[in-house]
């Protein structure tokens, strides 16, 4: 759990949002700013952990990783497990196509959700999140109050 924990916090601090004051990240469900660190949820989505429990004890860590996870509000995390697809799309805008299949495939198992065959590329991805999470796009498109320009997107 240990390794759960600190890439939680690693991700909190690498996504905040400076629209909001005091800077906090965005859920990546419903776009709300989270309250406290403690009281976020890490979400797996492309490898979920009911999945890696099935794989030896060693390497079931393997899933926690940024592009792997998502900060969400408690509240929302029903809701992330019931549309895989937008949470994927949010990763693969987050990160890029190519270097998410490259982590999928230097894992050690199959990975049941097999996204790229399903048709998400970086372009229907960006169209998804643009249409049904604009909160994720301008999370790194956007210049902000605080005049800090986002990341990777």
Not at 14 to 40: I, K
Not at 87 to 92: E, G, L, T, Y
Not at 114 to 135: I, K, Q, Y
């Amino acid at each position: 759990m240990a390794n759960r924990l600190g890439l939680k916090a690693r991700l909190w601090r690498e996504r905040l949002s400076y629209t909001v004051n005091p800077p906090r990240p965005l859920c990546d469900v419903c776009g709300e700013p989270l309250g406290r660190l403690g009281r976020a949820d890490l979400h797996e989505s492309i490898v979920p952990r009911r999945v890696a429990m099935g794989w030896p004890k060693e390497q079931r860590g393997l899933i926690y990783v940024a592009y792997n996870c998502h900060l969400l509000h408690r509240k929302c995390h029903k809701q992330a497990h019931a549309d895989p697809d937008l949470m994927v799309a949010i990763q693969v805008c987050r990160y890029g196509f190519t270097p998410l299949k490259v982590w999928v495939d230097t894992l050690p198992f199959r990975v049941p959700y097999n996204w790229w065959h399903r048709g998400l590329d970086e372009r229907t991805a960006r169209l998804m999140v643009e249409r049904r999470a604009p909160w994720a796009w301008l999370e790194r498109h956007d210049v902000s109050m605080y005049g800090r320009q986002g990341g990777k997107w």
